[in-house]
């Protein structure tokens, strides 16, 4: 009882001792900013002017520095960056990532086809559409003499191909047969894919009401802000009544999909194709013959003319941007891989400094490894990496933060290393210092790994994010890094 009386009692004279000294405080920084006032009120104006601006100076550099320290900055990572729509604008961005040491190949592959599709003037019509619809068997329709692949099995156009139609008052008029989408080989959809963001116009064929799936293409399609046929192939297979309504129904999902459900631009066509008819022989005997469906694809012709009718700069100009953004997502893939190989880069050379450092004792424990130099240096540099610019407290507070998990996750660590170690040929008994090397560089290796996931992610340093990440992930990641950990610091400790 006496000892809480005299603590208040202490607390309370603390209190007032503290507010007598900033009164204190207060008044004697009061007047001598009154005396300086005086003074320089009293001098010359110059001294004033002078006076003033220094100490505005010095107010604006701590608000500066205040707001540095504070407020997160986040550096769009160059992969989210708006899509861009020119081509001075993908020029620049190419020669950038160029000079960065990225792959730029693939991206300006798609630059020089456009060019000399420019320079050609050629349209390219493409067909698309699920495997089997009859893509190739409208392109024979359309030019007879045309050498194309037709199967009853689905999957028998497995390449790009390119079939001169007419050349309409001096134009080129391609048509584009492409592999069939919802294939077993699932990588043929995107080389379709890519062909539509290359063509000027695309005819969506199908042989019925739309599929989900078909939906979804056809939306994705529109995304593409070119002019699109939606093509309803095999009509032979319906009488007029059944037509009608698929018709409406087509022209309905194009609507709602955004689409200009315009009647011209939904066709009901049948391109022919072959089929099999048993026949009666003189002799009583029934063999299957393969004969000619009859072609009725008139429709169609009038929809691409009236397309082409309406020029073709404004054509050139919706190709040209769907192809400046597959560039761009082509280079922002290999802007993501690059990423990901300097990232790995960055991990093990860093991981290889921790071993290293284990191995002369030079750190002793997780806490230096981790929170040490390394661990700074590794964290701000793969942020960098990823376009992430986090302050200096934040890179502290992940390190802390990580901290805990990385001394609870030490004596996992051990095992893994000491086992690793074993599963080299030649190694007999496993000096303690190696295994502990191999465990720091480990946890070392887990933390750069769990890093560049949350990076990649969320594109910037949340340090609670980025810690609960290393915490979920580290005994995953231990593991899976422990042959090279292991081989580096083998390699280290024979050298
Ligand atoms: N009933 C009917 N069958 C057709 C028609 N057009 C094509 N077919 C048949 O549909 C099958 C597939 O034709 P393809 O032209 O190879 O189809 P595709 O869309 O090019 O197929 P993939 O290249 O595999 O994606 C063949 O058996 C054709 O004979 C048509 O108008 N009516
Ligand atoms: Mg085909």
Known sequence: MKLDRFIRISIGLIILLVFIIAIAALLFMTESALNVWDRLVQGPRIILYGYLAVMAVLVIAAIWLVIRLVVRRKIEPVAAKKRPLDKAEILTRLREAESAGVNTRAAQAELRELASRQETGSVHLCFFGEISTGKSSLIKALIPTADVAINSVGGSTIDIRHYRWHDKSGTQILLTDVPGTGGVEGQLDEVAAEEAQRAQIVLFVCDGDLTRTESKAVEWLLALEKPL??????????????????????????????????????????????????EKQADGNETVVRRKRPADIGVLVVAINHLLEAGQDSLDVRRDRAVFRLAAEKLAQAEGEYRQQRAEQIIRSSTRKAVVGALAAISPGTDIVIQGYLGTAMTRELCKLFGAAPRDLDIEEFLTL?????????????????????????????????????????????????????????GQLDPGTAAKEFEEGISEHIEAGVRQVARMALDQDKS
């Open 229 to 278: 046929v939606l093509v309803m192939n095999k009509s032979d297979r319906y009488d007029r009544e059944e037509q009608a309504v698929l018709m409406q129904r087509l022209l309905d999902h194009l609507g709602d999909l955004g689409g200009e459900s315009a009647r011209d631009l939904v066709v009901a066509v049948s391109a022919g194709g072959e089929m099999e008819v048993i």
């Open 402 to 458: 990580s901290q805990s998990r990385a001394g609870k996750a030490l004596p996992l660590s051990l095992a893994v290393a000491g086992n690793g170690l074993k599963a080299f040929p030649g190694i007999g008994t496993v000096a303690g210092g190696l295994v502990h090397a191999v465990a720091y560089g480990l946890i070392f290796d887990a933390l750069g790994r769990s890093l560049v996931m949350t990076l990649k992610k969320h």
